[in-house]
């Protein structure tokens, strides 16, 4: 079956470190995968996508690279900021069939 | 565009009621979903839809129902509320853009307490 597993948190980081995030998947076929960034009292908004092996997804700093050979997808930045502390999930989906990590809680200290 | 619009925000059920969860979206998205959320847990795909009259389940279905009868509308549908589906509901609506770059969009949820 399809399943996500992510590294648990909580992180906690300085200002201006670079932030690391594990997620890898089960699936067969080919999934799409995700991560959407959670903030106190909201829904989850799309940070990034991929949806073939060595894609790379990148938006606002973050990144993530679909490893095939390793079945992972973990986010990266190189340089944090208070304004992202939030909840980090990772997801895949695979023919219509949406599963997500149980998220991970970052939080920013200046 | 309001985008994903859900009501109500807060909900109290007394175990055996019913209730209908409202999902709107104004994109014109024809992938719309419904999600639950517990506490320090991602969120599970209840049932999803592909487009107007067509509904399928989704990781975790039981206890609701849904229809699409419109391609804004996505209701869910509690018959008998149980304890165990006290949660945070989650609408959300998507689509493929032409930059092949999905898009995305999540309601602000709905927070539903069962007692």
């Known amino acids: 079956g399809n399943s996500v597993t992510q590294m648990e948190g909580p992180v906690t980081l300085s200002e201006e470190a670079f932030l690391t995030i594990n997620c890898t998947y089960t699936a067969t076929g080919y999934p799409s995968l995700f991560w959407y960034v959670q903030y106190p009292g909201e829904g989850l908004q799309l940070l990034l996508k991929a949806t073939k092996a060595d894609d790379k997804g990148s938006n606002k700093g973050f990144e993530a690279t679909y490893r095939k050979e390793t079945t992972s997808f973990h986010l990266e930045k190189g340089s944090v900021q208070v304004s992202d502390s939030a909840v980090y999930f990772c997801a895949l989906r695979n023919n219509n069939d949406m599963r997500f990590g149980a998220g991970t809680r970052l939080t920013v200290k200046p | 565009n309001a985008g994903v619009t859900q009501t109500p925000k807060f909900r109290i059920l007394k175990i055996g009621q019913s209730m209908t969860l409202q999902c709107t979206q104004d994109?014109?998205?024809?992938?719309m979903y419904w999600y639950r959320q517990d506490p320090g847990m991602g969120l599970k795909l209840i049932y999803y839809?592909?487009?107007?009259?067509?509904?399928d389940k989704g990781e975790v279905p039981n206890g609701y129902n849904v229809s699409r009868s419109t391609t804004e509308d996505f209701p869910l549908r509690l018959e008998l509320a149980a304890p165990s589906q006290t949660s945070v509901y989650f609408c959300a609506s998507s689509t493929l853009g032409t930059s092949g770059r999905e898009t995305q969009y999540f309601g602000p949820g709905t927070r539903l307490l069962v007692l």
């Open positions: 994109m014109n998205h024809n992938y």
């Open positions: 839809s592909v487009g107007a009259g067509i509904t």
